[in-house]
């Protein structure tokens, strides 16, 4: 059973920084690309900012020069640094990793997604 746990959320004032974490844990083979996903309510997730085991990053445009995604392999964690906060930055922030795992009945490993349980960002004076 793999699973993420994610950390960090909570409420900041505007201007302000932020840092969440995500950390994998279970049975995994391989940690490949991460991200960062937010929701609003009544709308769809969306992309934040993802980085492959490589270290190559990819972020919207709305938190480009604003947010910074980073991992460190060894510890199978994902980290966003949010810096200049704005209101509209409040959102649940997911958590997702792509990860190869050992088959559960059988030689050989397989691709799954898996998801954080999100962790609430609200900013507000």
């Known amino acids: 059973q793999v699973q993420l746990v994610e950390s960090g959320g909570g409420l900041m004032q505007p201007g302000g920084s932020l840092r969440l974490s995500c950390a994998a844990s279970?049975?995994?083979?391989?940690?490949?690309?991460m991200g960062w996903y937010r929701q609003y309510p009544g709308k769809q997730r969306e992309l934040v900012a993802t980085?492959?085991?490589?270290?190559?990053?990819n972020s919207a445009d709305s938190v480009k020069g604003r947010f910074t995604i980073s991992r460190d392999n060894a510890k199978n964690t994902v980290y966003l640094q949010m810096n200049s906060l704005k209101p509209e930055d409040t959102a649940v922030y997911f958590c997702?990793?792509?990860?190869?795992?050992?088959?559960?009945?059988?030689?050989?490993?397989?691709?799954?997604?898996?998801w954080g349980q999100g962790t609430l960002v609200t900013v507000s004076s």
């Open positions: 997702n990793a792509d990860l190869l795992v050992p088959e559960p009945a059988g030689p050989g490993y397989r691709y799954v997604e898996v």
């Open positions: 279970g049975n995994i083979f391989s940690l490949n690309a």
């Open positions: 980085i492959t085991k490589g270290g190559s990053t």
